[in-house]
């Protein structure tokens, strides 16, 4: 069988979380998420499940979480605004 890999979109909402508690018990790979601008709950989510891209709608969030990132070392590409998500 395949490794089967998702995006999820709006990861930091309820349905979001959700769909994450799956894939983690599912053995799932997560290569995006995006969220609006929780950035904390952003950050863990990706610090967990490693993605190849994140994205933020709010701007200032994206920054934000890409200098935290950037200080753990953490390589995720972080998009911004609507183009990114």
Known sequence: MSARKISILGSTG?????TLDVARKMGIS???LSANQNIDKMEAQVLEFRPR???MQDEQAALELSKRLKAQQVACDVLCGEEGV
Do not use: L, M, N, R
């Not at 309820?14 to 959700?18: A, E, F, H, K, M």
């Open 53 to 55: 891209f994140c994205a």
């Open 30 to 32: 997560v290569v995006a």
């Open 14 to 18: 309820s349905i979001g979380v959700q």
